[in-house]
């Protein structure tokens, strides 16, 4: 499945993560370098196994399994918190 910044999600890049404001809500949300990262891949149109196939190959001292588990709390937290929406057809 791929994923797209709902139209209500603004965000500003930092040197230490993203900053998004959801524009309906009101609420910032700040999304450390690991979360971040995940984050900018998922609106890229990356899968999900794409970016735990990424996240491995940059944190070669993280277990896949724990790559693998992140990737998957953080995706999920940010649709809860209607932060990621798949794209059309999806």
Do not use: C
Not at 32 to 59: F, L, V
Not at 73 to 79: A, G, I, Q, T
Request: aromatic content about 10%; glycine content about 6%; overall charge negative.
């Amino acid at each position: 499945m791929k994923y797209q910044a709902p139209e209500d999600i603004t965000w500003k890049n930092l040197k230490t993560g993203i900053v998004l404001l959801n524009l309906s809500s009101g609420e910032y949300y700040t999304l450390n370098d690991t979360a971040a990262e995940i984050w900018r891949h998922a609106i890229e149109g990356e899968e999900k196994e794409a970016i735990i196939g990424y996240m491995t190959e940059t944190y070669k001292d993280v277990s896949a399994d724990d790559l693998a588990q992140h990737v998957d709390e953080s995706m999920d937290y940010f649709l809860t918190e209607k932060l990621l929406a798949p794209t059309e057809g999806q």
